[in-house]
């Protein structure tokens, strides 16, 4: 009968400590929700070429760690040279031809001050003649070749004038033709800048398809550099949505990867999804249909990564992570929408 008992008593204390365990591990659940359902996540930035050509150099390796602007392959520029040498000479005929222009305003401006001259002289005599003439002081001759002389000067300066304002028209076209040439030469320099392909940001080179003597078309991807620190990265945790009424944005997180359990990382809760990852999946599910059955879903929550645990850029795209939100923690503020563009400008 004492055996009995005693097993009795035994049973009734494993269940009573299974369920203080449980308790406690429900309880500490709904206090920290958690889930594995997480991966690491980041910006992956495609290097490409913006113009065609043959790849002359390709200075990085895979898997290489490569600073912003850091050059990354050059292509062969010699055609883009030449179109660079050719602005610049169409350039140097526009200011010929401007230069040439201005001579030829000056001197049509020089022939209408002459003409002009040669007008008032000519309308002096015949004024002269003219008085000389009503006062029968000289004979008609004089005054007819006077009056002669005043309409050949007033036709010699009206056609002077107009080869000036025909030359100062010709001004403003040679004008505009520099501005287009210097246009062009811009254009060409900028597209020979084109043959130099540098880094987007900091980061680690992968995904690298170019090689060197290889011919690239506008837009083809080379390779992609991945940031490993600062805002790109960051986790992808999947909640259930029975845990979204206690995850708020700003709450502190943590969250260790399965590459070494052992060391956790710090962040914040940054945004949660619009929409749950069935909504966004390429064939969404159908539940008008009679054999429905309801499954929790999942919705994907951004958690943010404190700078400062993850120094040395060890998190890696696509690691496996468990996250765990502290809900009784006060919430971090986001900064103003104008202070976070200011930050971005700082960094």
């Known amino acids: 009968m004492l055996k009995k008992w005693?097993?009795?008593?035994v049973i009734v204390l494993v269940l009573a400590a299974i369920a203080v365990v449980g308790y406690r591990y429900w309880h500490y659940s709904q206090v920290y929700p958690n889930t594995e359902d997480a991966y690491v996540s980041g910006d992956v930035f495609s290097v490409s070429s913006r113009v065609a050509g043959k790849l002359l150099t390709v200075d990085v390796l895979e898997n290489q760690t490569v600073r912003r602007s850091q050059v990354i392959a050059t292509l062969d520029p010699r055609d883009y040279d030449s179109q660079v040498e050719q602005a610049k000479a169409a350039l140097v005929e526009a200011q010929t031809a401007l230069a040439t222009n201005r001579a030829q305003i000056a001197q049509a401006k020089a022939k209408?001050?002459?003409?002009?001259?040669?007008?008032?002289?000519?309308?002096?005599n015949l004024a002269r003649f003219s008085e000389l003439f009503k006062r029968n002081s000289a004979p008609k001759q004089p005054y007819d070749n006077a009056v002669g002389a005043e309409?050949?000067?007033?036709?010699?300066?009206?056609a002077s004038q107009k080869a000036l304002a025909a030359v100062e028209a010709n001004l403003n076209v040679a004008q505009q033709h520099i501005k287009?040439?210097?246009?062009?030469?811009?254009?060409?320099?900028?597209?020979?800048?084109?043959?130099?392909?540098?880094?987007?940001?900091?980061?680690?080179?992968?995904?690298?398809?170019?090689?060197?003597?290889?011919?690239?078309?506008p837009g083809q991807p080379l390779c992609a550099v991945v940031p490993?620190?600062?805002?790109?990265?960051?986790?992808?945790?999947n909640f259930k949505e029975t845990e979204l009424s206690r995850i708020r944005v700003g709450m502190p997180a943590t969250f260790h990867t399965d590459v070494d359990p052992a060391r956790v990382y710090r962040g914040w809760v940054a945004s949660l999804s619009a929409g749950t990852?069935?909504?966004?999946s390429l064939l969404p599910p159908e539940n008008a249909t009679g054999n429905w059955v309801k499954i929790v879903q999942r919705l994907p929550v951004r958690i943010a990564v404190d700078p400062a645990t993850n120094a040395d850029n060890s998190l890696r795209l696509g690691l496996s992570v468990h996250v765990e939100v502290d809900t009784l923690a006060q919430p971090r503020t986001p900064p103003a929408p104008?202070?976070?563009?200011?930050?971005?400008?700082?960094?």
């Open 6 to 9: 005693l097993s009795f008593s």
């Open 112 to 124: 209408a001050d002459a003409d002009a001259s040669k007008l008032e002289l000519a309308r002096i």
């Open 151 to 158: 309409q050949v000067a007033a036709a010699d300066l009206a």
């Open 180 to 217: 287009l040439q210097e246009t062009r030469l811009a254009n060409a320099e900028l597209t020979r800048s084109y043959c130099t392909i540098t880094a987007p940001a900091d980061g680690v080179v992968s995904r690298k398809s170019a090689q060197a003597g290889q011919v690239v078309a």
């Open 228 to 237: 490993l620190a600062g805002e790109h990265i960051w986790i992808e945790a």
């Open 277 to 280: 990852g069935a909504a966004f």
């Open 338 to 347: 104008q202070q976070a563009a200011e930050q971005n400008t700082s960094r």
